[in-house]
């Protein structure tokens, strides 16, 4: 019999571990987690709640932009957004819960609901209990990164959860941190509680892993249609409290000259770390600092941490990549593997197709990639075609009334192909899923059907397969 114990059972990749394993002969599973309600970091504070109070900004933002409505514009009541959101989130939780409450139905699987802590190499204690295991799975997920700038300690500020909970909001504010989580709430403080932000950009443009155009139209539409102020090739130096109540942020340019911004609130978008704090790694030959002082290091890609064979690291802890989708993916190669590992077979490495959406602009104007970008793809040493092309090219866009954003195709031009796609306009969310397919499939871009459903916005893929093919051929 080999035992497992699953730290961290109600998140994605916990549970994605637990439901691999729990039907397995030969295998005792011990699940443990101390979540209250229980759920997970993206159903309780992460991407289903933040979805749902962007879709009440975002009406509000589809008819500020439209003329042919009259009338007053409405308000978004945050109180309302709030309420519809937790009770949604509960719900949610709930689903994920009873799924992990029902494997532990299974004669081979035991559910603790406490805190878990490493006692040496392989033995863990929780619910006042140790657990002898063969194999452990540490998915205790992450933590809001507090950046360590002078004076943070001084401020209030608030996080992504505290925004997510907010029914009422300051009228000004500073954002530090634009990544993908500044990308989807900056628009919401403004669209929905009306507010006057400044957001610091640490580089020449935001959304760090597309091409440079991308970030541009990013950069534009936020300044032009959500009126932030949004400083480039800027560093935070120094915090402040205000005598007001206030916080005043010291900031750097580049080029060395300084700046000082005021506002009401703090918000601090600065990203996630790793949550192991408390995890008693101590006790056990693991060392995630070793490596180069990156986390992400610490863990190969068959998820065995690189001290230990028999610790498997799945999800947002490992460092990796912080995606919902991604954790079920490691939580199903760690699955695997232990299994493999345990009747001496080789394990499988985790490749991940880089598949990203950003509900950025509300998700009106959400960015996705899916495989490489023209850069990566260059980098990667492949001879590429390449089409790019404007919303504004295809009349749906228009008559759609979401006239914005650019599309762009990358193709292998010995063979044809589809190496990758980024999109920023409306609907590259739900387009993505196609473009995975393509792809991951490895597609040749002379093979993909040149049929347009006019008038529908993935029109604008039609423009791009027939340019990039086109290129292909000569």
């Not at 699940?31 to 991407?47: A, E, K, N, Y």
């Not at 997920?141 to 009422?168: C, E, F, H, Q, R």
């Not at 750097?252 to 601090?268: K, P, R, S, V, W």
């Not at 498997?312 to 490691?330: S, T």
């Amino acid at each position: 019999m080999v035992h497992v114990v699953v730290i961290g059972a109600y998140g994605s990749a916990g549970a994605a571990v637990a439901g691999e394993l729990a039907d397995e002969p030969g295998v005792e599973l011990t699940l443990v987690d101390d979540g209250d309600p229980g759920g997970g970091l993206c159903i309780l504070r992460g991407c289903m709640p933040s979805k749902e109070v962007l879709s009440a900004a975002a009406h509000r933002f589809q008819a500020r932009h439209d003329d042919r409505l009259v009338g007053g514009l409405p308000a978004v009541d945050l109180e309302r957004t709030v309420t519809r959101k937790d009770d949604h989130t509960l719900g949610w939780a709930g689903h994920r819960r009873e799924s992990v409450h029902d494997l532990a139905e299974h004669e081979n699987v035991e559910f603790v609901h406490d805190t878990a802590r490493f006692v040496d190499d392989h033995t863990v204690a929780a619910g006042g209990r140790e657990f002898e295991a063969d194999y452990v799975v540490v998915a205790t997920g992450s933590s809001v990164n507090v950046p360590a700038t002078p004076g943070i300690d001084d401020v209030d500020y608030m996080t992504s959860a505290d925004v997510l909970d907010a029914t009422d909001l300051p009228d000004s504010g500073i954002v530090m941190g634009f990544g993908y989580i500044g990308m989807e709430l900056v628009p919401y403080l403004t669209e929905a509680g009306g507010m006057d932000l400044t957001v610091v950009e640490h580089d020449d443009r935001p959304i760090d892993e597309a091409d440079p155009e991308f970030g541009d139209a990013a950069l534009a539409l936020y300044e032009e249609h959500f009126d932030v102020t949004i400083p480039t090739n800027c560093y935070e130096r120094r915090l402040e409290p205000t005598d007001d109540g206030g916080v005043r942020l010291h900031v750097e340019f580049a080029d060395g000259t300084t700046d000082a911004y005021e506002a009401d609130q703090l918000f601090l978008f600065t990203g996630r770390r790793p949550t192991l704090a408390g995890l008693g790694l101590e006790h056990t030959p693991i060392e995630p600092d070793e490596y180069t002082g990156q986390p992400q290091d610490w863990v190969r890609e068959t998820m065995q941490a690189r001290d230990d064979d028999r610790v498997f690291v799945v999800g947002d802890v490992n460092g990796k990549e912080p995606i919902l989708h991604v954790a079920k993916e490691q939580g199903f190669t760690a699955a695997e593997n232990i299994l493999r590992h345990s009747r001496g077979a080789d394990l499988r490495a985790y490749r991940n197709v880089h598949h990203h959406v950003i509900f950025s602009g509300l998700g009106v104007y959400p960015f996705a990639r899916v495989g490489h970008s023209e850069r990566s793809a260059r980098e990667a040493g492949y001879d590429i075609a390449v089409a790019s092309r404007q919303a504004s090219d295809d009349g749906v866009f228009k008559s759609k009334d979401v006239p914005e954003g650019l599309a762009k195709l990358v193709v292998d031009r010995q063979d044809g192909t589809v190496l990758g796609w980024q999109g920023l306009h409306h609907h590259a969310d739900v387009m993505a899923k196609t473009l995975q397919v393509v792809v991951e499939l490895g597609l040749d871009v002379r093979d993909i059907p040149d049929r347009a459903y006019h008038p529908t916005t993935p029109e604008i893929l039609d423009g791009l397969v027939r340019d990039c093919a086109d290129a292909v051929e000569e």
